[in-house]
């Protein structure tokens, strides 16, 4: 799996013009799935956000999680996060997950983080056509890849 998770003052995703997902404070997760992503992909991963200490302490250094702030996690899928521009102009998405691979595994992540974080995430729509709209923190901007474990 492969993650863009940026900190946030509010985020929103909207699918044929409705408002399907919104947080304030916390953290927008864009997720790709390839063939390889399993179960403990999804452990791993979920500890690492909700952990991940990206948030201002009252000093201004970064020391909180989104867990410690009492933020909230928007995911959206993203299957481009695995494009490929080795060759040519058009990207290549054959690293890319079918969606009956990575359907599954997105509700899983969902499901994980709930668990872990102790509260609702709020989502996207795996496979429609979104317009997500996000109000950048900072910017804070991590790129995490499970297979690679950074």
Do not use: C
Request: avoid cysteine; aromatic fraction near 6%; charged fraction near 25%.
């Amino acid at each position: 799996m492969r993650l863009v998770v940026q900190r946030v003052k509010e985020a929103s995703v909207i699918v044929k013009g409705k408002i399907v997902g919104s947080i304030g404070d916390g953290l927008i997760v864009f997720l790709g799935i390839e063939d390889l992503d399993t179960h403990e992909d999804i452990i791993w991963l979920s500890n690492k956000i909700v952990k991940m200490r990206i948030f201002d302490d009252e000093q201004g250094l970064m020391n909180l999680s989104v867990q410690d702030i009492n933020g909230e996690i928007l995911v959206i899928s993203q299957f481009t996060l695995h494009a490929s521009t080795k060759k040519g102009n058009r990207p290549s998405f054959i690293k890319a997950a079918k969606p009956e691979i990575a359907k599954p595994l997105y509700n899983g992540f969902i499901s994980q983080l709930q668990s872990d974080l102790g509260k609702q995430i709020q989502s996207g729509r795996f496979g429609a056509m979104m317009k997500v709209k996000l109000t950048n923190d900072g910017p804070v901007t991590i790129i995490i890849d499970s297979q690679h474990k950074e």
